[in-house]
Nanobody, 115 residues
Framework: QVQLVESGGGLVQPGGSLRLSCAAS????????LGWYRQTPGKQRELVAT???????NYQDSVKGRFTISRDNAKNTGYLQMNSLKPGDTAVYYC?????????WGQGTQVTVSS
């Protein structure tokens, strides 16, 4: 019901920045909380940041002060601005719409932080 497509990943050096986008379809996108997760091969997906429909945000301690989650409901798009990137941030990043049924995932976008 909610379709999500991530973009904006790539290869950056430590200390660099990337802005990820999550383009959503669905007429009720604006009422659902949005989250960004990340996952490395063979490991469980972990929550990075969330934003409610009203704009309240939460971050994992490891990214607080470096990452900013936002959304533009008029464009049906969520964002994750990532600054001061570290090698430990390397992962596939996924957005998720937290619907009452359990949520919908995007396909993921690769972020690699390496010198």
């Amino acid at each position: 019901q909610v379709q999500l497509v991530e973009s904006g990943g790539g290869l950056v050096q430590p200390g660099g920045s990337l802005r990820l986008s999550c383009a959503a379809s669905g007429s009720q996108f604006s009422i659902y909380p949005l989250g960004w997760y990340r996952q490395t091969p063979g490991k469980q997906r972990e929550l990075v940041a969330t934003i409610t429909s009203g704009g309240s945000t939460n971050y994992q301690d490891s990214v607080k002060g470096r990452f900013t989650i936002s959304r533009d409901n008029a464009k049906n798009t969520g964002y994750l601005q990532m600054n001061s990137l570290k090698p430990g941030d390397t992962a596939v990043y996924y957005c998720k719409s937290f619907t009452p049924e359990g949520g919908y995932w995007g396909q993921g976008t690769q972020v690699t932080v390496s010198s």
